[in-house]
Structures are given as C-alpha cells and as structure tokens.
C-alpha cells in the first residue's frame, strides 16, 4: 500500500527556522509534492521533488531522499503569514501521469511572535 | 490566467437529498480531479476526469459520481447523502503534459449535510 506521515503540530517563532518532515512508503515512486493551506482556503503548490537533494525557492527548500522514503519542507526567517497547513503528497503508486494524489494528513505550522 | 473555479462556494442539505458540485479548471488544463477533505480523514481522492473519461476512482461508494464536459468543466454528483458526507470538496486541475503535473486547487465548495 502507500503511506505517509507528517507530525500532527508544530510551533514555532517568528523569524526563526521550522523544518516539517514526511515520511512515505510507496511501491513505485515519481515525485514527492509539498503544498500548503491556509485556513479556510484551498491547498497552493509549493514543490516538487523527484531527484534526491535540496531544492530551494526563495525563503522554501524541499529536501528529498528516495532510499530513505524522507523528505522536508524548510521554511526560513518565518513569518506569520507562514501560519497554514502543509501536506505531503505522492502520486498513486508513482504513476508518472496521473492526478490521483495520495496526501498524508498534513502539519498544522504555527508561527508565534 | 484565471484559476480554477467552484460553486456553490457553501451548500446545505438534508440527509437523503442529492447535491451537484460544479468546477471549471484553468484554461487548457484537460484533467480534473476531485478531492474530499475532512478534519478526521484529510484529502482523500474521489476520482479523476480527463477527456471526458474517468481515469481514477478513489474509494467511495457508488453514491459519489463525476462528469467531465467536452469544455473539461466536471461535475460532481452525491445522491442518497448522509452526514458524514459533510466536508470540503476540492477540484483540481492540471496539465498532462510536460511539468512536474502540479495540481491547483479550487476554493472549494462547504457542503454541510444536516
């Protein structure tokens, strides 16, 4: 089958660094996504990693290790707006084409001043 | 370009009566997929239309039913509800071609089953 799984919660402070992890088990595997939700709001795109390795995008990085079946999400010099959900997501037994995502429950990010 | 767009926005029905959710996806985006999200379950895929045929089917019951149009607008259909049906229902709309096949999301319709 597949699976994944995120922590629940997480805290932190403003301006500070918060890496939120997923884990995933999946025969078959293309690509790991990331996206985040605002409360209330619908899930935006945030990354999309299929190599091994960091991949950075402005104040976002995504890190992902196949063998490992890990990847992150690093979020720096955190702002309050950063306050959302953020959900891991694998593609249905790694089909290459396909718009059947298989998203873990998400992590809840709150910034505090 | 304008993003994916749903409606209603809010719904609210008594349990046994039918509901029909409506998505346009972005323009030139032929694939549309539909999500359910509830605090308890998450994101639990529904299924998947792309050129007017099913592609993908989640596990639902046969209460829960889709449709695409040759404009690749979907519907979707839930007859016989029940409460638990109650819940945000997302659409989603990619490229099938080239790109990683991010998926963007509509606001999504509320539907609450009382």
């Known amino acids: 089958g597949q699976n994944i799984d995120q922590p629940t919660e997480m805290t932190a402070t403003e301006g500070a660094i918060v890496q939120i992890n997923c884990t995933y088990q999946t025969s078959g595997f293309n690509g790991l996504f990331w996206y985040q939700q605002h409360a209330g709001e619908a899930p935006t795109f945030l990354s999309y990693?299929?190599?091994?390795g960091l991949e950075e995008k402005g104040r976002f990085s995504s890190f992902l290790s196949r063998s490992k079946g890990y990847s992150y999400l690093l979020l720096k010099e955190l702002q309050m707006k950063d306050s959302a959900s953020y959900l891991c997501a694998v593609p249905y037994y790694g089909s290459s084409n396909t718009g059947k995502l298989i998203f873990g429950q998400g992590t809840t990010l709150q910034v505090k001043p | 370009k304008a993003g994916v767009t749903q409606t209603p926005r809010y719904l609210i029905k008594t349990r046994g009566q039918q509901v029909t959710l409506s998505c346009s996806p972005i323009s030139g985006h032929r694939s549309v997929s539909w999500y359910q999200q509830t605090p308890g379950q998450g994101l639990q895929f529904l299924f998947e239309?792309?050129?007017?045929?099913?592609?993908n089917k989640g596990n639902f019951p046969g209460r829960f039913s889709g449709r695409q149009f040759s404009n690749s607008r979907s519907e979707m259909n839930v007859s016989t509800l029940e409460l638990g049906d109650s819940a945000l229902y997302l659409c989603a709309s990619r490229r099938t071609s080239g790109g990683s096949g991010e998926q963007y999301f509509g606001p999504g319709t509320r539907l609450t089953v009382t």
């Open positions: 990693n299929v190599l091994d």
């Open positions: 239309y792309f050129s007017e045929t099913q592609r």
